[in-house]
């Protein structure tokens, strides 16, 4: 018998990390932002959100990505923000 | 007016030279008349795929700088009515030849010619861009390797910046024991990965390096798995609706018995 296999190793097929890792790839080899101008994005959105709400700096996640566009499946890269807010400032 | 196709990959290594050959090979079985372009200048090999190396005279530089005229750089395979090969030059350099004359070029081949099958360099360079330029098509060849997808990827992202969109997916070496066991990507994961139309997926046979050494496609076999499995997908180009190939039934499990009984 297979121990490693037995104790739940197997759970974690090659191929899903594979899929895994060449995911994460090609999400960069797909855009042609830079690494720094990705950062500049950031900042902006943070510093423009902000002006209005708390946010949770820990939970933020802000990145290029590749989906299928809803109107006709096309794929296309997309810049996903997932900025969670912690309180929503009052309206003056 | 023929079609003109374009095989290619971005990497190395994946089949694209053997695609090519079965697929025009395969085609002409058809009836169509059909004509395979080598645009690897400097490592020419489809002919030797093809089994036409003793034939060649003239080859692609040749017919682009006018040194010969295009019908004496087509070589026939005497094998398979309808059948030629445009050879590429092995001893000059990839620049020997510009897009514009590779759109030329294919230009005329498509007045005679059904199917133009046109192989293409490894890589993303100037023998990759001509190889491109004069396409109506292009089909990309992977395997279910890391390297391969992300390549295909890459390309499938310049063709559609040159107006190449929708190209066609084959994927090449599929080992069917080992999807099974997870440890290799499997059609699904691939096409989920690079979201373009499936054309066909060729299974690992030990056929195709046999039929290599002897310079002959394996689509000319009758019973080899990847030969089915190209004849579906000239089927599939010539327009026609073909189910996809169980790669797991080429052979039964009492069939391998027999045979494990007899090869003692």
């Not at chain 1, 197997?10 to 960069?28: F, T, W, Y």
């Not at chain 2, 002919?47 to 080859?59: A, K, P, Q, S």
């Not at chain 2, 004496?72 to 350099?93: C, F, M, N, S, V």
């Amino acid at each position: 018998m297979d121990l490693f296999k037995f104790f739940g190793r197997s759970n974690e097929k090659s191929k899903n990390l594979a899929k895994e890792r060449l995911k994460l790839v090609l999400i960069h080899d797909r855009s042609d932002l830079s690494p720094k101008f990705l950062e500049m994005i950031k900042g902006d959105m943070i510093r423009v959100v902000k002006e209005y709400a708390e946010i949770d700096h820990e939970g933020l996640d802000i990145r290029l990505t590749r989906m299928k566009r809803e109107s006709d499946g096309v794929p296309i890269s997309a810049l996903v923000a997932n900025i969670p807010i912690t309180k929503v400032k009052s309206h003056k | 007016m023929g079609k003109a196709i374009v095989i290619t990959s971005g990497k190395g290594g994946v089949g694209k030279t053997t695609t090519t050959a079965n697929i025009g090979t395969g085609l002409a079985m058809l009836g169509y008349k059909t004509v395979v372009v080598d645009t690897d200048i400097g490592l020419r090999n489809l002919d030797v795929v093809m089994g036409l190396e003793n034939r060649i005279v003239y080859d692609i530089v040749d017919v682009v700088e006018k040194t010969c005229r295009l019908k004496q750089g087509l070589i026939r395979d005497k094998r398979h009515e309808g059948l030629y090969l445009l050879a590429a030059a092995q001893t000059k350099d990839k620049t020997a030849v510009k897009p514009e004359q590779m759109v030329e070029l294919i230009d005329e081949l498509k007045k005679e010619f059904e199917y133009i099958i046109i192989d293409s360099p490894a890589g993303i360079e100037q023998g990759f861009q001509n190889s491109i330029a004069g396409a109506d098509e292009a089909y990309i060849v992977t395997t279910p390797e890391i390297s391969a997808v992300r390549d295909a990827d890459r390309v499938i992202g310049l063709l559609e910046a040159k107006g190449l969109s929708n190209p066609k997916l084959i994927i090449n070496r599929i080992r069917q024991d080992m999807v099974k066991k997870g440890d290799m990507m499997n059609v699904d994961d691939i096409i989920d990965i690079l979201a373009i139309e499936l054309l066909g997926v060729i299974p690992d046979d030990e056929a195709i390096v046999i039929s290599t050494n002897k310079g002959e496609p394996v689509v000319t076999e009758e019973n080899p798995l990847s030969a089915k499995a190209f004849r579906n997908i000239c089927r599939r180009i010539t327009g026609e609706k073909v189910e996809w190939l169980n790669l797991e039934n080429g052979e039964s499990k009492f069939s391998k018995l027999i045979k494990l009984l007899f090869s003692k």
